[in-house]
């Protein structure tokens, strides 16, 4: 196990003990650039009732003993609230790569600066384009999502750099914005997943590997699959995603409903909002 100020994941479900946050100073829709941006141009986003409910995530993040830390938000980046895409633990290693849509490029330097401050080494992966939205890992499996955010050349440069890790590569259907969007491992044996979106075979893979829980197309709106893990079979989850909430009940989590509805107006929920840099191993 690293040192406490040095990042350490080799998966989505072990005890969250330090994530990376920014607060949505300055979050709206400003260039719309995915399907749920598409259907909340017009209302906009409440900025104060934003911060509200941010605020109540990182409350609720910290009575479960997990240090948060908070970038600073700059009113050029529109997105900063959704830290997850700007880089990814994995293993030892933080990764932080070119973000792919014009919106948001430059954000990952206010990352690599909060990081070179604390002297926390990262790899940069320059001239990659992949987010951590689309970057799901299970122990020796790295699943990453083929979407308008992230290629194979960063897949395959990924492989390159983990040779014992399997990298796998999923494509699933480009009006969704991330792979952590259709699907989400939160624990050894189960998985949400939303059918549709992905390919009969990953379909297939998925089902061999865990207990999946289908999550309805109306939940997927509201990102019933976009909940964070904070281990020990504790799931912060929207109070709106009654059934996906319910069937995690049913197979023993502990479902902490936390309302963040302002938030995912611009596209992202709980694992969208926060950037784990350190897990421990489960106690149970």
């Not at 986003?45 to 995530?57: S, T």
Request: with cysteine; aromatic share 8%; charged share 25%.
């Amino acid at each position: 196990m690293p040192s406490k100020n040095r990042g350490y994941i080799i998966n989505e479900y072990d005890a969250l003990k330090k994530v990376i946050l920014c607060q949505p100073q300055y979050m709206t829709i400003r260039d719309v650039i995915n399907e749920t941006q598409k259907h909340f141009k017009d209302e906009g986003i409440h900025i104060e009732l934003a911060l509200e409910q941010h605020q109540k995530f990182v409350n609720t993040l910290k009575d479960y003993g997990i240090e948060v830390i908070l970038l600073p938000y700059h009113k050029k980046f529109p997105e900063q609230v959704f830290t997850r895409d700007v880089g990814f633990t994995l293993g030892e290693t933080i990764f932080v790569a070119e973000m792919a849509n014009d919106v948001r490029k430059g954000e990952e330097d206010v990352l690599k600066q909060w990081l070179e401050d604390e002297e926390i080494s990262y790899y940069n992966l320059l001239g990659d384009k992949i987010e951590g939205g689309d970057v799901i890992i299970d122990q020796d499996t790295v699943y990453v999502g083929m979407s308008n955010r992230t290629n194979k050349q960063a897949a395959d440069h990924l492989q390159g750099l983990l040779p014992n890790v399997d990298v796998r590569v999923i494509p699933f259907k480009e009006e969704y914005l991330h792979l952590d969007c259709v699907f989400n491992v939160v624990s050894p044996t189960v998985a949400l997943i939303y059918r549709p979106a992905l390919t009969d075979s990953d379909i297939q893979l998925f089902s061999s590997r865990y207990d999946l829980i289908d999550v309805s197309e109306a939940e997927q709106f509201t990102l019933g699959t976009n909940v964070l893990s904070i281990g020990n079979k504790q799931i912060i989850s929207l109070p709106v995603n009654k059934e996906v909430n319910e069937q995690l009940r049913r197979k023993g989590f502990k479902v902490i409903e936390v309302d963040i509805s302002e938030i995912i107006k611009s596209g992202g929920s709980f694992r969208c909002c926060s950037l784990p840099i350190l897990r421990e191993r489960n106690i149970k």
